[in-house]
């Protein structure tokens, strides 16, 4: 909300600017500091409001203000205007980190090409050997152990034992080792996990061959033993249905 009052007031003292600039200015124009200031004031206001809006008309910019000073003429309250500001740097937001995860996952990828071609080569081989079952997505398992219980939702809390590993087969995370299941909300963890979870009953036992695009693409967490665009094996074996 204060982003919004602030660029209400940019977009009102640039309209006063405007309005009462109707001469050509000159250096010899600012001759107090008034002056000064408000030429000052009207270069950051150009600047501010060119960093938030892409575009701008300046008719209906110029009506807006002017409408403002006669209330009896405004074709849109305070609050609607407000809003349709706010909606509008939001959108603008989210297409600037659209735009910027895009480039990361361009740059991750020219650098970890060699990991996703590995991957992919790997679950094309996969996919033809014994037992191995494709879906639609693009998911890959096999049951080792077939459950009599009943299968979550993507709504369900779930408990479950798990060893993931790399295609090489580095453990990077076990549930198993730490002799502690893990519980968590089917719909919270990576594409793959939720897409495999919902096809076990209770007391199942899968591996799972996931994708890249179904695990964590070109963001894994920094740091971590997972590489960008990284294929992935879990031994998953569904205990329980928590709710």
Known sequence: MKLVKFLG????????????????VTKESLKTEVDS????????????????FEEVNNELFLAGYMNAKDSTKMIMDKTAAQTIIQMYVQKNQAKMMQKQQEAAAKEAEKQFGAVK??????LEENKTKDGVKTTASGLQYIVEKEGT???????????VH???T????????????RG???????GQVIKGWTEVLQLMPVGSKYKVFIPQELAYGANPRQGGPIKPFSALIFEVELLDIVK
């Not at 790399?166 to 080792?177: A, N, Q």
């Open 9 to 24: 007031a940019i977009v009102l003292a640039s309209a006063v600017f405007s309005c009462s600039n109707k001469k050509a």
């Open 37 to 52: 200031v408000s030429y000052a004031l009207g270069l950051d206001v150009a600047n501010s409001v060119s960093s938030n």
């Open 117 to 122: 071609a590995a991957g992919e080569k790997f």
């Open 149 to 159: 219980g009943e299968k979550p939702t993507a709504t369900s809390t779930v408990k």
């Open 162 to 164: 798990y060893t993931g």
């Open 166 to 177: 790399l295609i090489d087969g580095t453990v990077f995370d076990s549930s198993v080792e």
């Open 180 to 186: 502690e299941p893990a519980q968590f909300g089917v």
